[in-house]
């Protein structure tokens, strides 16, 4: 059986686009691309058409992960969410104990994750430590260079 995968409408709509883009865009140009070096002859010894397969290939297991990705997609009505505690597209600001460097990431999907964005994944080592935590809560997260000690100041 197919594994759920929990998405905003946002996220959702993005795989879509991305999906749509690859099979009505670059799937086609791949067949222009085997069928040109089709016409240079002898498929025996050409490097052209080997390369434009092995690129079919990889783009047709792309498209097939993500049909199945959105097929299996469950939307998360953010509406119905608790503030109370940290969870999936709570946005939570955290404080570095030591540095008291203030950080503040939204916890969200893994195919939404975009650090540069303050966008966490959930399944992150920091994510990780502070779902279920309230607000005046501390997390110790282990990372390569030790532990972190972090406090919860807020979720939104």
Same mark, same amino acid.
Do not use: F
């Given at each position: ?5 929990y998405?905003t409408k946002?996220g959702?709509?993005?795989?879509k686009?991305?999906l749509?883009?690859?099979m009505?865009?670059? @799937?086609p140009?791949i067949?222009k691309?085997?069928?040109?070096? @089709? ?6 010894e050409?490097a ?7 690129a079919q *290939? ?8 993500m049909?199945e990705i959105?097929s299996?997609? @469950? ?5 119905k969410?608790?503030?109370?505690k940290? @969870?999936?597209l ?7 104990k030591k ?19 303050g966008k966490?994944s959930?399944n992150s080592p920091?994510a990780?430590?502070l779902?279920g935590?309230?607000v *005046? ?5 282990k ?5 972190i000690s972090?406090?919860l100041?807020?979720i939104?």
């Amino acid at each position: 059986m197919a594994k759920q995968t929990y998405i905003t409408k946002e996220g959702l709509e993005k795989l879509k686009a991305e999906l749509d883009q690859l099979m009505n865009v670059e @799937r086609p140009k791949i067949s222009k691309q085997i069928a040109e070096a @089709r016409d240079k002859g002898d498929l025996s010894e050409n490097a052209e058409y080997d390369a434009a397969k092995d690129a079919q *290939g990889m783009l047709e297991l792309k498209i097939s992960q993500m049909q199945e990705i959105v097929s299996n997609s @469950r939307i998360i009505d953010e509406s119905k969410l608790d503030n109370s505690k940290a @969870r999936i597209l709570s946005t939570v600001t955290i404080e570095n104990k030591k540095t008291k460097q203030k950080m503040t990431y939204t916890l969200v999907p893994d195919q939404e994750a975009d650090l540069k964005a303050g966008k966490l994944s959930v399944n992150s080592p920091i994510a990780q430590a502070l779902l279920g935590k309230k607000v *005046g809560d501390s997390a110790d997260v282990k990372v390569p260079a030790g532990v972190i000690s972090l406090k919860l100041l807020d979720i939104k």
